[in-house]
C-alpha cells in the first residue's frame, strides 16, 4: 500500500473563514454534515485533491462525539496502490465555539495515478444520549461517491460544487440536538437537511487552496509532496499573496494544521 505516496498531507483542517462571527455555543440546534468533494464526477489529476466536508452548526460535533471514517480506493480493490484505509476526521477534537459553517478539509495527491475509477467511501458517527437510550446509542451513516481521475476531466472547483445549482446535490445528514444528556446530545426528529446553507465562497476557497499548499511545502512535508508548486518566498505574506483580508485567518490554519499533523503522525 502506498499510503505515503499517495497523501499529500495527513493533517486535519478546520476552516471558517470569512462565514461570520463568533457566537456562544449552543447545546442545542440542527447539527449537519455536507460532503462538498468528491462528488460523483470527472477530475483531472490533482497534487493536492480535496477532500472536503461542511458542518452546520459545528460545536453540536463535541455534543454528540461526531466522527467520519473515511476510505479511498480504486476499482473494486481496497488494496490497491494509492488505497487509503484508515482515514479519521474526529469532529468531536475541534473545540469550536462558532455556530458559522465550518470547513474539514483533506488532501490527497492523485498526480501519481492519472487515470481510473475511484470510490470513496465515507461513515458519520454519532451518539444519542436519549433518556431511553442507555447507555448512549451509536448512529452510523454509511455513504460512497464514485468519481473518475482523467486528463480529460475537470479540476476540482469547490465554489462551483456549492453554488445554487448544485449544493443540492451534496449527500447530507442533519440531526435535531434538542438537549444535552449526561454525556452527550438528545436527538429529537429527525430534520430536512439543507446543504445550500454553507456554501464556499471565492476567498474560502483560495484559503483552503493556500492553507494545504503551506503543509505540503513545509520542510519535513516537502519530500512527500515532489509534485506541489511552492511559494518562492517562504515569509508569511508569501501565503496572503491577494488576499490580505484573509492573511490572519490562513496563518490560524496552517498552525492548526501543523499541530494536528503531529498528533497523527505522530
Known sequence: MNHARFLAWTALVANSIAMGNATPV????????????PRNETYTPQALMPIVFALQNP?????????????????????????????????ALLNLTSSEPLFVDRFVNTL????????????????????DERPARLISTNNTSIFTVSKSGQAPNLV????????????????????VGDA???LGPSPTTNPCAATVNPAA?????????????????????????????????????GQSPMAPASTLLTLLTMVTALIHLG
Open 184 to 186: 452527550c446530545g438528545v
Open 205 to 241: 476557497a483560495s484559503s483552503i487552496s493556500a492553507a494545504a499548499t503551506a503543509f505540503a511545502c513545509d520542510p519535513l512535508q516537502r519530500s512527500v509532496n515532489p509534485n506541489v508548486t511552492c511559494p518562492t518566498s517562504t515569509g508569511k505574506s508569501s501565503n496572503g499573496a
Open 112 to 131: 501519481a495515478y492519472p487515470d481510473g475509477l475511484w470510490t470513496f467511501a465515507w461513515s458519520l458517527q454519532i451518539y444519542n444520549c436519549s433518556a
Open 59 to 91: 460545536p453540536l460535533a463535541s455534543t454528540l462525539e461526531a466522527a467520519i471514517s473515511w476510505q479511498l480506493w480504486e476499482g473494486n480493490n481496497r488494496t490497491s496502490p494509492g488505497s487509503v484505509t484508515d482515514g479519521l476526521l474526529e469532529l
Open 26 to 37: 449552543a447545546d442545542s440546534g440542527i447539527f449537519e454534515v455536507d460532503l462538498i468533494s
Open 160 to 179: 462551483a460544487a456549492t453554488s445554487s445549482d448544485m449544493c443540492g446535490t451534496m449527500e447530507a445528514y442533519a440531526f435535531n440536538v434538542t438537549s
